[in-house]
């Protein structure tokens, strides 16, 4: 029996708001293009809940906001609930399509924390951002490719939003300081993932690198359609949204040449990663979904949102300022279960190959 209410929207507008209760809208992709997140993402967040209701004395709700769905209408169920005063702050891991409609119907009235990478400046912003823009995610992740690979003409390859734009922004600017050069520079729409046209185009123009930023279902696809084509021994390949979940589902990848540039994985060694595991299997089980990087990074946002709610700083101090605060100082860390990271500003960013269905580490590419 968890100790944490999991609600829909459209229960929490039906029943009004609830005294001596902290109400957290979780956005989760439980359908589009993120999807095959979804699971490993909620079983997280329902996770850190569950330990913030160990220590608070005020107990946490969820409400499950499907953020897999249209921006808009994302963005409208949002105003629906924070104009209502039925939630007290928001957590998301999800797109930053929908990140961008959120965020221009809150404004400042609650916390948003943004877990996953992003393309926006922070100071220009008013959620919270847990995870890195493009130059902190890949600058490191490509240094080290071209230092160990003999790869020198790329194919950049994402989806055609917001966020993949900003990455072949600065890879091409990264790349050209790394002395390589940039032959083909591709936007596809989402779900419109033409593999065998994208292969022959970057054989054409003699790539042997590319970098992929497309995103879930299109990200598998794309890697399905590379091994079906014999062609995952043609091109070094650094995915910038590569998970676990997506590798399995994916089929894996035998060719020693795909590699993630991601916050986590799990297979990392550091103590905090590995309490995070023993305590997700313990609660969910051996088979439950992969807890991959964007899982643990919801599962960061609610741990700090939830000291934020507790902290007392709130509302006469912005988000923010309030989470600076919570984690000024290198030593200090919050009550709750909070991992050894500089959080409110980035997470550290790492590089894995993979090897079959498992993303093994093979350089700690610390964003600085």
């Avoid at 992003?118 to 919270?128: L, Y």
């Amino acid at each position: 029996m968890s100790s944490v209410s999991l609600l829909l929207p459209a229960d929490v507008l039906l029943r009004g708001p609830v005294g001596r209760t902290r109400t957290i809208g979780l956005l989760v992709p439980l359908s589009g293009l993120m999807g095959v997140a979804g699971p490993a993402i909620l079983n997280c967040a329902i996770l850190a809940a569950e330990e913030a209701n160990d220590l608070a004395p005020i107990p946490l709700e969820l409400v499950l906001i499907d953020a897999g769905r249209n921006a808009a209408e994302v963005a409208r169920e949002v105003s629906q609930l924070v104009d209502a005063r039925l939630v007290d702050g928001l957590v998301g891991t999800h797109t930053s399509n929908v990140r961008a409609a959120v965020e221009a119907v809150l404004g400042d009235r609650v916390p948003y924390i943004f877990t996953p990478s992003h393309e926006v400046t922070r100071r220009a912003s008013g959620a919270i951002f847990l995870g890195n823009d493009p130059d902190e995610q890949i600058r490191q992740p490509l240094a080290w490719i071209t230092r160990h690979r003999k790869v020198g003409r790329w194919a950049l390859i994402g989806n055609d939003y917001v966020w993949p734009r900003r990455v072949h922004e600065s890879a091409s600017r990264i790349l050209r300081g790394l002395h390589q050069r940039v032959v083909m520079d591709r936007l596809v729409p989402v779900g419109r993932v033409d593999v065998p046209e994208l292969v022959d185009s970057a054989r054409a123009l003699g790539a042997d690198a590319m970098l992929v930023s497309l995103v879930g279902r299109d990200l598998i696809e794309f890697q399905r359609g590379i091994v079906e084509l014999d062609a995952a021994g043609l091109f070094v390949r650094l995915c910038t949204a590569l998970d676990e979940n997506c590798l399995v589902s994916a089929g894996g990848d035998t060719s020693g040449g795909l590699f993630a540039a991601m916050p986590s994985f799990i297979l990392q060694a550091d103590e905090r990663h590995l309490r995070l595991l023993e305590s997700y299997v313990s609660r969910f089980g051996e088979t439950a979904p992969l807890p991959g990087s964007f899982a643990e990074g919801c599962y960061d946002g609610v741990n700090i949102l939830a000291a934020l709610l507790m902290s007392g700083l709130l509302p006469s101090t912005a988000p923010a300022s309030a989470v600076g605060q919570l984690f000024a100082g290198s030593g200090t860390r919050n009550r709750m279960s909070v991992g050894p990271r500089e959080l409110g500003t980035r997470r550290s960013v790492m590089l894995a190959q993979a090897l079959d269905t498992e993303l093994h580490v093979v350089g700690d590419q610390s964003a600085r």
